[in-house]
């Protein structure tokens, strides 16, 4: 397991759920899932990959290497190369002989964040996404205007208040909409369902 050779490759394969805990994982791994448990999203600096989902798992490669598997968060996502780069730097630190493999299929999902990623998420500004809310298969719908009244009620992550309404579909982020809330006038991201 150790080594100087890092690098990383991107992947598309069709493998089932892989596990998110790293206390499922062989214990061979268990001080570089520690290691890698300190990295944080680019983006969003209070949450850890594995706490977002998007550190999926460990695994030896066919030439004895580690593998780490990543999954973005959506397609095209930018902080996806600085995520890379800092498994890399983690793996070198570690000496660990290693990869990093972006893994596309299946793909990302909000259900992958933990628990504690929607609260801290919470706490740093950002409306979390609803639990359960990309469950199945996603589907593009056009509705018209009145077709916004089904949409799930997004909660002021600054006072709590359900009296929002989104700005811009697109936040800071692809992956966030702009909302504000009516009652205490804060404007706020919302991280959506995927």
């Given at each position: 397991?150790?080594?100087?050779?890092?690098?990383?490759?991107?992947?598309?394969?069709?493998?089932?759920?892989?596990?998110?805990?790293?206390?499922?994982?062989?214990?061979?791994?268990?001080?570089?899932?520690?290691?890698?448990?300190?990295?944080?999203?680019?983006?969003?600096?209070?949450?850890?990959?594995?706490?977002?989902?998007?550190?999926?798992?460990?695994?030896?490669?066919?030439?004895?290497?580690?593998?780490?598997?990543?999954t973005p968060t959506?397609?095209?996502?930018?902080?996806?190369?600085?995520?890379?780069?800092?498994?890399?730097?983690?793996?070198?630190?570690?000496?660990?002989?290693?990869?990093?493999?972006?893994?596309?299929?299946?793909?990302?999902?909000?259900?992958?964040?933990?628990?504690?990623?929607?609260?801290?998420?919470?706490?740093?500004?950002?409306?979390?996404?609803?639990?359960?809310?990309?469950?199945?298969?996603?589907?593009?719908?056009?509705?018209?205007?009145?077709?916004?009244?089904?949409?799930?009620?997004?909660?002021?992550?600054?006072?709590?208040?359900?009296?929002?309404?989104?700005t811009s579909h697109?936040?800071?982020?692809?992956?966030?909409?702009?909302?504000?809330?009516?009652?205490?006038?804060?404007?706020?991201?919302?991280?959506?369902?995927?």
């Open positions: 397991m150790k080594g100087s050779d890092v690098s990383t490759s991107t992947t598309c394969a069709l493998t089932p759920s892989l596990s998110q805990n790293a206390g499922e994982q062989d214990s061979e791994f268990a001080s570089l899932w520690r290691a890698l448990d300190q990295l944080t999203d680019p983006e969003i600096p209070v949450v850890t990959l594995q706490e977002m989902g998007i550190l999926r798992a460990l695994r030896r490669g066919a030439d004895g290497q580690v593998e780490v598997v990543i959506y397609s095209g996502c930018p902080a996806m190369e600085q995520i890379a780069d800092d498994i890399v730097a983690t793996l070198r630190r570690e000496g660990v002989a290693g990869r990093v493999v972006t893994q596309l299929a299946p793909a990302w999902t909000t259900d992958w964040m933990t628990p504690e990623a929607r609260d801290k998420l919470r706490a740093y500004g950002i409306a979390p996404p609803h639990v359960g809310g990309a469950a199945g298969a996603a589907v593009i719908q056009f509705a018209s205007q009145s077709g916004a009244k089904n949409r799930p009620t997004v909660h002021c992550p600054q006072c709590g208040s359900a009296n929002t309404t989104e697109f936040g800071s982020t692809a992956c966030k909409a702009l909302y504000r809330c009516l009652d205490c006038l804060e404007p706020f991201d919302h991280f959506k369902n995927i």
